[in-house]
Each structure stands twice: as structure tokens, then as C-alpha cells.
Nanobody, 116 residues
Framework: QVQLVESGGGLVQPGGSLRLSCAASGSIFSFNAMGWYRQAPGKERELVATITSGGSIYYRDSVKGRFTISRDNAKNTVYLQMNSLRSEDTAVYYC??????????WGQGTQVTVSS
């Protein structure tokens, strides 16, 4: 059973930075892609960024130039560096792993709150 464990969330002022980590229980090479989603109160879960096993990267428009997704294959970990945070980035952030068999795995989520 695949387990994804997120960490790094917290409270930060507007303009600040946070780095989220997602540690997988197995090799992340086994996944087609890994990514980060977020869900704000009263809103649907939305895709923030993904990185494929081949290194292709996608960002939603609202985070381009501010967020950076990366992976450390040796540590089976995916990161999301978030800079210039805004109040609208406040949400629970979820790590996702997508397998070649079209299975999706989710972490438990980590809260990010951007507020002064």
C-alpha cells in the first residue's frame, strides 16, 4: 500500500515562503507523475503543479513564477517551494501520485494559511 506523507505547511504572512514535502513509502519511479493539489474552504480541489517521471512540469497559471515543484528520487520525495505567497493561496495542500495503472494515491493534506 502506497503511503504519502506531507509536511511543511503552516501560517505565513503575505509575501512569505513555505516549502512542502511529500515523502512516499516506495520508489517514486513507479509513478507516472506526482503532484500537488489544494482545496480552499467551500471550493473544489484544484491542481497546483505536477512533475512526471520524465521531468515534465506543469503549473496552474496563478502560481507560475512563484511556485516550484521538484523531486528527489533518492529520497522518494517531492517538494513544492512556494514563494510570494498570497491570501488566495490559503488551502489544504494534498500530495498526489498517479500510477501507470491509473491509480491515484493521496496524502492526508497539510494546511497552508497566508495571513497577516
Amino acid at each position: 500500500q502506497v503511503q504519502l506523507v506531507e509536511s511543511g505547511g503552516g501560517l505565513v504572512q503575505p509575501g512569505g515562503s513555505l516549502r512542502l514535502s511529500c515523502a512516499a513509502s516506495g520508489s517514486i519511479f513507479s509513478f507516472n507523475a506526482m503532484g500537488w493539489y489544494r482545496q480552499a474552504p467551500g471550493k473544489e480541489r484544484e491542481l497546483v503543479a505536477t512533475i512526471t517521471s520524465g521531468g515534465s512540469i506543469y503549473y496552474r497559471d496563478s502560481v507560475k513564477g512563484r511556485f516550484t515543484i521538484s523531486r528527489d528520487n533518492a529520497k522518494n520525495t517531492v517538494y513544492l517551494q512556494m514563494n510570494s505567497l498570497r491570501s488566495e493561496d490559503t488551502a489544504v495542500y494534498y500530495c498526489n501520485a498517479h500510477s501507470p495503472y491509473d491509480d491515484n494515491y493521496w496524502g492526508q493534506g497539510t494546511q497552508v494559511t497566508v495571513s497577516s
